[in-house]
């Protein structure tokens, strides 16, 4: 028989006992323990990282590199998982495993019962198609191989972490809880991404990606298409879980049902709000340095400032004014209306004050490469300024929401004012 019970203890909420094999689904990987995210943020300062052959400055010196990372992943052997008993159970439907193991067992003549113990099934061999198929070929494939090539002094440079996070954890097992170790996951996966992107345009990179890529295991699928599996099965634990409760009949059964869905749905919530204070921390860090405030006398001509106190003035730093806590609403193009022209205007309106800008394209001022692989963008424009060195320059001070009147104007009245 199959049976749903919690333990004060267990390492996983959930376990699937079936004769002659008790395991949790959540067991099958997980983390020793959870460190501070922040503590091995993608944010962290760190030096801009180079190129090994941008080194040696020549293109001899450059393919020598590339055949020394196609020597290396010639003589790398990816470990063969697949041989434990969870390969056997994945593909196979309740029935099937039945008629194998015990035949004598006949949960046809409780149909009710059956469906419970379809939708335990469902749950146990969904979970192992994602460790079998999903993070052990990030960890063997892919992780593993790097890890190879970094040992054999190639790519060295490459941010193992910002590719693949607690990959490793989420195959190990669990003390506490699976939330834990896929909120960490999680959080990381857009800069990840965004690495990714960055790397995909180095050649030596590329090799390593390709020849990773071409391995069975992958069916096909690229590493972008793999690094989303984490956050996609996280989503879906809810969604199974609900589909053993509906069956369940113990009322206890369905008691430690609702307080295991209760806890994962909240994890989610807890793990969307994370992700949008990240998001804002991330776009704040790229505004502070794409904004660029002149100096009063530099944006009125008719201000008089002492000269003993522009240098005064010239400490004050756009850092003061925009923070981590403050929030971006909206930002975007706006006309605004002067005494003989209309002037194009990039505005950002937080959420305590407006501040307008005038977009200028200048080298001297722009995102760090190591920044900009690391932060995504608020939006598709906002990359295109920053790929070309776009600067922000404040037209004026920031003007504070308790002073701003917003009033809707007609088409007719618009084109007259």
């Known amino acids: 028989m199959i049976a749903i019970r919690m333990q004060e203890r267990r390492r996983s909420s959930v376990v699937v006992s079936l004769p002659g094999l008790d395991v949790s689904p959540g067991d099958l990987f997980v983390s020793d323990g959870v460190a501070d995210y922040l503590s091995r943020s993608t944010l962290s300062d760190t030096k801009k990282s180079k190129w090994p052959f941008l080194k040696?400055?020549?293109?001899?010196?450059?393919?020598?590199?590339?055949?020394?990372?196609?020597?290396?992943?010639?003589?790398?052997?990816?470990?063969?998982?697949?041989?434990?008993?969870?390969?056997?159970?994945?593909?196979?439907?309740?029935?099937?495993?039945?008629?194998?193991?015990?035949?004598?067992?006949?949960?046809?003549?409780?149909?009710?019962?059956?469906?419970?113990?379809?939708?335990?099934?469902?749950?146990?061999?969904?979970?192992?198609?994602?460790?079998?198929?999903?993070?052990?070929?990030?960890?063997?494939?892919?992780?593993?191989?790097?890890?190879?090539?970094?040992?054999?002094?190639?790519?060295?440079?490459?941010?193992?972490?910002?590719?693949?996070?607690?990959?490793?954890?989420?195959?190990?097992?669990?003390?506490?809880?699976?939330?834990?170790?896929?909120?960490?996951?999680?959080?990381?996966?857009?800069?990840?991404?965004?690495?990714l992107d960055s790397l995909k345009q180095r050649e030596d990179f590329g090799m390593y990606l390709k020849w990773c890529e071409r391995n069975e295991q992958c069916k096909r699928l690229h590493l972008s298409d793999m690094l989303v599996a984490p956050m996609q099965r996280f989503t879906r634990y809810p969604l199974l879980l609900k589909n053993i409760l509906k069956r369940s009949t113990s009322e206890e059964e369905k008691i430690a049902l609702q307080s295991i869905i209760k806890l994962v749905e909240g994890s989610i919530q807890d793990l969307e709000g994370k992700v949008k204070w990240l998001h804002n921390f991330q776009t704040v860090q790229q505004l502070q340095e794409m904004i660029v405030w002149p100096p009063v006398w530099e944006r009125d001509k008719r201000a008089f400032i002492p000269e003993n106190l522009k240098h005064v003035l010239k400490q004050t730093s756009l850092e003061n004014l925009i923070s981590s806590n403050q929030h971006l609403l909206h930002e975007g193009r706006l006309n605004l209306t002067g005494s003989t022209k209309l002037q194009e205007v990039y505005v950002f309106l937080f959420d305590d004050f407006l501040l307008i800008t005038k977009n200028k394209r200048s080298k001297k001022k722009s995102v760090s490469s190591e920044q900009a692989t690391l932060c995504p963008p608020v939006n598709q424009e906002l990359q295109t300024m920053l790929k070309d060195g776009g600067t922000f320059h404040v037209v004026d001070q920031p003007i504070s929401l308790d002073r701003v009147l917003v009033k809707n104007i007609d088409q007719l009245n618009a084109t007259a004012y």
């Open 56 to 195: 040696r400055g020549t293109s001899k010196d450059k393919i020598k590199l590339l055949s020394d990372v196609e020597k290396c992943l010639s003589s790398i052997q990816i470990q063969d998982w697949r041989l434990c008993d969870f390969q056997k159970y994945k593909d196979k439907t309740l029935a099937e495993f039945l008629a194998v193991r015990h035949p004598d067992v006949e949960l046809q003549n409780c149909q009710h019962g059956y469906k419970r113990e379809e939708a335990v099934w469902e749950l146990f061999t969904s979970e192992c198609v994602y460790f079998l198929d999903q993070l052990m070929v990030l960890k063997e494939v892919f992780l593993s191989t790097l890890n190879s090539l970094q040992s054999s002094d190639c790519l060295l440079d490459v941010d193992v972490w910002r590719l693949f996070a607690n990959l490793n954890e989420l195959c190990l097992h669990f003390k506490e809880s699976v939330c834990h170790c896929q909120q960490k996951y999680c959080l990381n996966y857009s800069s990840a991404v965004f690495y």
